[in-house]
């Protein structure tokens, strides 16, 4: 159990800025979720934390002691590797106790701690198994055990389920949140896979081109995006955006494509004509309502709800998606109106989101 | 797909096999037979039970102006041995420094293993001679093998080989507290088994195959190896004792091939792994 | 050729390399650099004086036309030994590679002659074509053909280049047989499809497909023709009869080792190596630097 604080933490490999400024901290027992696009830094953030590498810049500490030199096995850290990692030649007993056995623990301790784990995670009848004789499930198992038995202060998940298919990761999804909060052990877990992000953090954080973009619980980071670039990554099918400029003394937004609407939730500050992006939601768009026509490029039907893919008639406007319950009704144009509480309000020139009053 | 025995196919390979055997054959059939007989030219290719005692003959006295057999049997599998054991060990040792740290001077050291690769015993005869009476290791029994284990092959096939283990399982044994030379000891040779096996092989056969080089560097016939050996007897031109010759050929035969049969499936996934 | 992931410090890893560095350069660089030096010199035919003489050595070697005809010679050699192993061996491993029964006691007993030694297959050769103890060779002159390979050159050369084959067909075997592995299945039923039969799929899909195995084979096999055959000659016929076997490896070591001409034998020397060197540097520009990957 414990707290991890980076402070000014920077990586650079050469002349490539990988990381500019992180600064974060984990409460104990907290389950961090750190979500971004392939190449956003948010991989060697955690190796750094691992020790697996040595920041450019910056600090980091774990219960207060700050590690940020040690070498990554004086860390009291467990990693979770997105290929497993396993020891080939080694019987899945041998993988979660090799660990154990460096730091010179008795037989004894290290029968118990194995069995325990293995108990915990459905592998009692495996032990004697090479990891070529696993499912990538059960492998994924042994990785989570080869963590559990350290009994560490800290744990790392790099993508640990992107490499199995779709059915088994929602339950093994489920199971690591359900260990986590069972041990207590505070984490900080990488993925790329918004949905795993939303359902596994007590919070997020989104990064983007090395930089924290936001940090936030994931129902924020989904209703108010700090910028376009949060907005678009979180939430799928993806939001959609569309030019405006401020009008009415900030009280409503003129739509490139002709509407004006009001905010609901307060007028914003800026000049008259001030350029902004308007946010919305596919779900959040009214099929039948006048407000915008929208040329219907394609309709896929997924069952319960219907995607619409359409533009707006202007020359140049960027695509749109409609997402509407049900069937969608078959014609080559349809009305759409914006549900004006569900708007969100950027400054097109930074990409920052304009809050009421601000 | 039929099911008709290709008929072509078995006799296409059985020639095969008969090409090479067929030496084999006479030599081991030639071998329980008269020396005279093979002179004349009656050598039957049936081979006489009662000549089996000749085996035990050669083996522990030998034949005129020759070591017994059973010694250069000796020298050649310590020559083997030590070629194979050395050689794998080096290669392991250079080939894991050169790929699992950054040190001053890595490519060049690399480089300068790697270019050896093109440069056969038998093109420097003469200076490695000069260089080895100079280390006084002419007629001695480490000038026979050290100067063999020091070429690149290995070193390379084990550098591709540690290249290939995953960076991820590095870094779960760094975070498992292995140390470099427990990593090496725990991870990294267990998991190459299969390659150091094979690797054993072609040494062990390189290694009992040298002709030039004993022949160069070890005149005094107590370090004959089997292969030196052998050719000198035939060497004898008149008065040969043939079937002498070929029990000694057998035995010189018998443990290369026995080595790359009993590891032929390691050996062939290690050669034409490692070679390309 | 980097990981990502590396052990820090430089003291371990420079011992680790350190053996192999001193071997390589006791046995490789300093004898190489010998070479070098001493196919410039030349020895008194009186004293122990040692002169320097610069390009003479390559310059009366290039002269010489026994070393001409020993280097023609070679290379008839090791393009006859290469082109009869290989082209034995491709035959073999094609039809190892079908679906017959017993294949894998097939391919054993098409493999074990790996293990041969260059002058062991001399040996065995002997008792099959010697015009006195062979079996083939009795039987030959019997039949009244005047076969000797003790007393006539060609049949000599003839000779050599069997025994030299003979032990490498398996070598070759072995890689043929695994690049034909190695053709994935779906192009060959791509081919069938196209309707592409017999003779002429082997010659537009598997011969196209096997060409870097077949290049790389190539390499090997001259290397092994020009020196590892050493052994396989000096046992059947010591370079003769007169020099009519007498490759370059020979010719180095019957100047150098037996008539002590240390001056010339060392250009002979540093002569090969720039062969190899120049055989060595093809293979890699045409396999595309596979050392790098």
């Known amino acids: 159990m414990a707290t991890l604080e980076l402070n000014g933490l920077r990586k650079r490999f050469g002349d490539t800025q990988v990381l500019r400024q992180i600064d974060l901290s984990l409460t104990d027992g907290e389950m961090l979720v750190i979500v971004g696009a392939s190449g956003c830094g948010k991989s060697t953030l955690l190796r750094l934390v691992a020790g697996l590498e040595t920041p450019t810049a910056g600090t980091v500490r774990l219960d207060g002691r700050d590690i940020t030199q040690l070498d990554p096995s004086a860390r009291d850290i467990a990693m979770v590797f997105q290929n497993y990692a396993l020891y080939p030649h080694f019987s899945v007993f041998d993988n979660m106790a090799y660990g154990l056995r460096i730091r010179g623990l008795s037989k004894a301790a290290i029968q118990a701690r194995v069995d325990a784990a293995a108990a915990m995670l459905g592998l009692g009848d495996l032990l004697t198994r090479k990891p070529r004789q696993l499912s990538g499930g059960q492998r994924q198992r042994v990785a989570m055990g080869r963590a559990i038995v350290r009994e560490p202060k800290l744990f790392l998940f790099d993508e640990p389920l992107s490499n199995l298919d779709a059915k088994l990761r929602v339950q093994m999804r489920a199971e690591i949140r359900r260990l986590q909060r069972r041990l207590g052990i505070t984490s900080l877990y990488v993925t790329h896979d918004q949905v795993e992000a939303m359902t596994l953090g007590d919070r997020l954080l989104v990064m983007h081109e090395g930089r924290p973009a936001q940090l936030a619980t994931p129902m924020e980071v989904f209703e108010q995006p700090a910028d376009t670039y949060v907005a678009s990554f979180i939430g799928a099918p993806a939001m959609n955006f569309l030019p405006a400029i401020l009008t009415e003394h900030g009280a409503a937004a003129r739509l490139d494509a002709g509407p004006t609407i009001r905010f609901t939730d307060g007028p914003r500050a800026g000049p008259e004509g001030m350029a902004l992006t308007l946010g919305i939601r596919p779900e959040h768009l009214t099929v039948g309502d006048p407000q915008l026509r929208v040329q219907v490029d394609l309709i896929e039907p997924l069952g319960s709800e219907t995607l619409i893919h359409g533009h707006l008639p202007t020359a140049g406007a960027p695509p749109m998606v409609i997402k509407v319950a049900g069937r969608a009704p078959a014609s080559e144009a349809i009305a759409v109106g914006i549900q004006a509480e569900h708007l969100h309000v950027f400054n097109r020139e930074t990409g920052m989101r304009k809050a009421p009053g601000a | 797909m039929n099911r008709k025995p290709d008929y072509l196919t078995h006799a296409v390979l059985a020639l095969g096999v008969v090409l090479f055997a067929l030496p084999v054959w006479l030599v081991l059939a030639g071998s329980t037979q008269e020396s005279e007989a093979i002179t004349r030219g009656d050598l039957s290719l049936i081979p006489h039970l009662s000549g089996l005692p000749r085996y035990w003959q050669v083996l522990t006295e030998g034949t005129r102006g020759a070591e017994p057999v059973w010694h250069m049997l000796a020298i050649s599998s310590a020559m083997a041995l030590c070629i194979a054991l050395g050689k794998i060990t080096i290669s392991i040792l250079s080939a894991y420094a050169v790929v699992f740290f950054r040190f001053p001077l890595r490519k060049l050291a690399f480089w300068s293993i790697f270019v050896t690769l093109m440069l056969p015993v038998e093109v420097r005869i003469i200076p490695t001679y000069s260089v080895m009476a100079q280390f006084g290791l002419i007629n001695t029994f480490t000038g026979l093998w050290v100067p063999l284990i020091a070429s690149a092959t290995a070193t390379l096939l084990f550098r591709q080989v540690f290249v290939a283990i995953p960076d991820e399982l590095v870094e779960a044994a760094r975070m498992d507290g292995a140390g470099p030379l427990r990593f090496l000891r725990d991870i990294v040779i267990p998991v190459s088994g299969a390659n150091i096996a094979a690797l054993f092989v072609i040494l062990f056969v390189y290694g009992w195959n040298q002709y030039l080089w004993p022949l160069l560097v070890a005149t005094d016939p107590s370090l004959d190896t089997i292969v030196i050996g052998l050719v000198k007897m035939i060497g004898i031109d008149s008065d040969t004792d043939w079937a002498a010759v070929m029990a000694t050929a057998v035995m010189a035969l018998l443990p290369p091939v026995a080595v790359v049969v009993l590891m032929q499936r390691w050996f062939v996934a290690g050669l034409t792994e490692g070679e390309k | ?293």
């Open chain 3, 1 to 293: 050729m980097d990981r990502r992931t590396v052990f820090g410090g430089w003291l371990l890893p420079v011992l680790l390399v350190l053996p192999q560095l001193l071997l390589t350069g006791f046995f490789f660089y300093w004898p190489a650099g010998e070479a070098v030096w001493s196919s410039m010199t030349s020895q008194d035919a009186f004293g122990e004086g040692v002169r320097f003489v610069g390009w003479d050595n390559f310059a009366e070697l290039l002269a010489d036309p026994l070393y001409l005809e020993s280097a023609v010679r070679t290379v008839v050699f090791c393009g006859a030994v290469s082109i009869l192993a290989m082209g034995l061996a491709l035959a073999l491993a094609v039809f190892a590679d079908r679906e017959v029964r017993g294949r894998h006691a097939y391919r054993t007993l098409l493999i074990w002659p790996y293990a041969v030694a260059p002058a062991m297959s001399a040996v065995l050769l002997l008792f099959v074509l010697d015009p006195r103890v062979g079996l083939l060779g009795r039987w030959l002159n019997r039949m009244g053909l005047d076969w000797d390979y003790h007393l006539n050159g060609n049949q000599a050369l003839l000779m050599v280049v069997m025994a030299s084959a003979w032990k490498q067909v398996s070598y070759n075997f072995i890689f043929f047989l695994a690049g034909l592995q190695s053709i994935p299945r779906a192009v060959t039923e791509a081919a069938r499809m196209d309707g592409a039969k017999g003779w002429h799929r082997f010659r537009t899909i598997t011969v196209p497909l096997l060409a870097p195995t077949t290049f790389f084979l190539l390499v090997v096999n001259l290397v092994y023709a020009a020196f590892d055959t050493f052994g396989t000659i000096n046992a059947l016929t010591h370079g003769g009869p007169g020099k009519d076997t007498e490759t370059l490896v020979l010719k180095v070591f019957r100047d150098g080792v037996v008539n002590q001409d240390i001056g010339s034998s060392s250009a002979q020397s540093v002569i090969l190596m720039l062969g190899v060197i120049a055989l060595t540097a093809v293979q890699f520009r045409f396999l595309g630097r596979r050392t790098e990957t």
